[in-house]
C-alpha cells in the first residue's frame, strides 16, 4: 500500500511536469495522438465517434474522463465485456489518454431521435420514482441528456436504447465497478425492468 502510494505520488509529479511542458493538451492527453490509436476503435464506434449501430455506444464528446476511467476498467477488467474488454486489454495509460482526448474533443451528434416517448419515462427522467427512492435522472445527466462534465456525469443523448438497458442492468448486476459506479449502482437496483424500458425510450428521444 505504502509502496502504491509513493508510487502514485510520483505519477502525480510526473503528470503535472508534463502538463507544465504541454499546455496545448486536452486534459492530460493528445489529441492528434488520440487520432491514431482511435484507427482502431472507429469500425465500432464510428471514425468521429458517432456509432452507427445500436450495440456500440457514441463515445463523441464524452468527456475524456469518463471515456478514460471506462478504458481503465475495461482493461483492468472491472467492467466485463466480451466485444469490448479485448479492445482496451494492449493499451497504454498514455494511449488511453490520448485516445480519451480525442473522443472528448468530437461533436456528438443524434441522427434520428425518436419520435414516441414514454410518458412514465419522462416522468421519472425528470422527477425520480419510487416515492423519493430514487432521484431524477436529469439533476444528473441534465434535462436533455447532456451530461455534467465538471461532476463526471456522463452524456446520455445518443445512446441507443438497447445500449442503455443493457448499462443499467449492468449496474443492477454489479458488473460495473469502476470508482464511481456506485451511485447507479444503488439507482439501477432499484430499477423495475419496465422502469429500465420506459426511461431508456425516453433518453431516445433527446436531439
Ligand atoms: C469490435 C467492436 C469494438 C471496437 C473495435 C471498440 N469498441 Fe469500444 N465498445 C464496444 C462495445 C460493444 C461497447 C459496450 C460495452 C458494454 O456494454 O459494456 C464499447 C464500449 C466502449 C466505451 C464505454 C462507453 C460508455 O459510454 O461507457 C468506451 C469508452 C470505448 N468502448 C472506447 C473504445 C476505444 C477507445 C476503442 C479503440 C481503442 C474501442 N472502444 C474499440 C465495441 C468496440
Ligand atoms: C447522483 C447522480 C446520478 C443520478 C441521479 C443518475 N445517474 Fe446515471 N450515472 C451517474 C454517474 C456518475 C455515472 C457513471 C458511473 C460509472 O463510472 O460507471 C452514470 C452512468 C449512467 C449510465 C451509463 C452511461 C454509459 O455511457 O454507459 C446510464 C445509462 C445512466 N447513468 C442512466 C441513468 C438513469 C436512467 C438515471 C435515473 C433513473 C440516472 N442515471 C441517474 C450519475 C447519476
Redesign the pocket.
Known sequence: MQFALTHLRSAAVVLGLALLGCSAASANGDVAAGKT?????????GAD?NSAMP?????AG?SAS???E??HA?RDGK??????????KN?TDA??AD??A??AAQTRTVKAPATTDSIPGAHLWKFGGHGNAIAACAACHGPQGEGNQPAGF?ALRG?TPQ?VI??LM?YRND??KTEHASIMVSIASKLTDDDMKDVAQHIATFH
Open positions: 490509436v482511435s484507427q482502431t476503435c472507429a469500425a465500432c464506434h465517434g450495440t456500440f455506444p457514441s463515445i464524452q469518463y471515456l478514460a471506462q478504458l475495461f467492467r466485463v465485456n466480451a466485444i469490448m474488454g479485448p479492445q482496451a493499451l494511449q488511453i485516445v480519451a480525442y473522443y456522463p445512446l445500449y443493457e448499462s449492468a458488473q460495473r
